[in-house]
């Protein structure tokens, strides 16, 4: 029902600042919730931050509070992830996640996920 596809990772100074984009396709995008998780090498999947399908509720990791934002354009059908004052320890690769029910930081909850983009930040 639902495709999302990552962009706009890149390679970062430590201090800079990034925008990820999730571009989704399918008709049930805008009832779903979206989130947004990142795997560093040899570490879990972590969340990062979430939005409601209205996108009236967002929700964040405590390591990414302040600093990250995520929004949404559900006439864009696009969900992005507006990363300033980047840190070494953000070097992941982020994906976007969609799930039925409301914004949640377990990754089970979700049911579609996109292919990743890679983020690094150099100190």
């Known amino acids: 029902q639902v495709q999302l596809v990552e962009s706009g990772g890149g390679l970062v100074q430590a201090g800079g600042s990034l925008r990820l984009s999730c571009a989704a396709s399918?008709?049930?995008?805008?009832?779903?919730?979206m989130g947004w998780f990142r795997q560093a090498p040899g570490r879990k999947r972590e969340f990062v931050a979430a939005?409601?399908?209205?996108?009236?509720?967002?929700y964040y990791a405590n390591s990414v509070k302040g600093r990250f934002t995520i929004s949404r354009d559900s006439a864009k059908n696009t969900v992005y992830l507006q990363m300033n004052s980047l840190k070494p320890e953000d070097t992941a690769v982020y994906y976007c996640?969609?799930?039925?029910?409301?914004?949640?930081?377990?990754?089970?909850?979700?049911?579609?996920w996109g292919q990743g983009t890679q983020v690094t930040v150099s100190s």
């Open positions: 939005i409601s399908w209205s996108g009236g509720s967002a």
């Open positions: 399918g008709r049930t995008f805008s009832s779903y919730a």
């Open positions: 996640a969609a799930g039925p029910g409301g914004p949640t930081a377990w990754g089970s909850e979700y049911d579609y």
